[in-house]
Nanobody, 125 residues
Framework: QGQLVESGGGSVQAGGSLRLSCAASGSTVRIYRMAWFRQAPGKEREGVASIGTINGITAYADIVKGRFTASLDSAKNTLYLQMSSLKPEDTAMYYC??????????????????WGQGIQVTVSS
């Protein structure tokens, strides 16, 4: 069905920046929306940024609005997440996700049927 591979994670001090990348390949079905989710230890997976692949319209969770920016390079089939002003509470495993469904609840994990393996982001104070 396809594969998503994240890269760009790592450790950074509070106030710093990181850019995550997600390369999509092998999908034979149209992808309508891509997103970034994250999951901290002991917490549920939460959506932080989402982008429509046709109109490029983005949406952000309130907790990252103004600090994170999602973008899509359609020519490279790559999704990015530019993270700035990072806080220790941003520490989590970050997952790239893709949806072949035209409609669905934006931040519901069940809408997304293709997932990356996850990449760790650690922000120290």
């Amino acid at each position: 069905q396809g594969q998503l591979v994240e890269s760009g994670g790592g450790s950074v001090q509070a106030g710093g920046s990181l850019r995550l990348s997600c390369a999509a390949s092998g999908s034979t079905v149209r992808i309508y929306r891509m997103a970034w989710f994250r999951q901290a230890p002991g917490k549920e997976r939460e959506g932080v940024a989402s982008i429509g692949t046709i109109n490029g319209i983005t949406a952000y969770a309130d907790i990252v609005k103004g600090r994170f920016t999602a973008s899509l390079d359609s020519a490279k089939n790559t999704l990015y997440l530019q993270m700035s002003s990072l806080k220790p509470e941003d520490t989590a495993m970050y997952y790239c996700a893709a949806s072949t469904f035209r409609l669905g609840e934006l931040w519901s994990t069940s809408r997304y049927n293709l997932w990356g393996q996850g990449i760790q982001v650690t922000v120290s104070s």
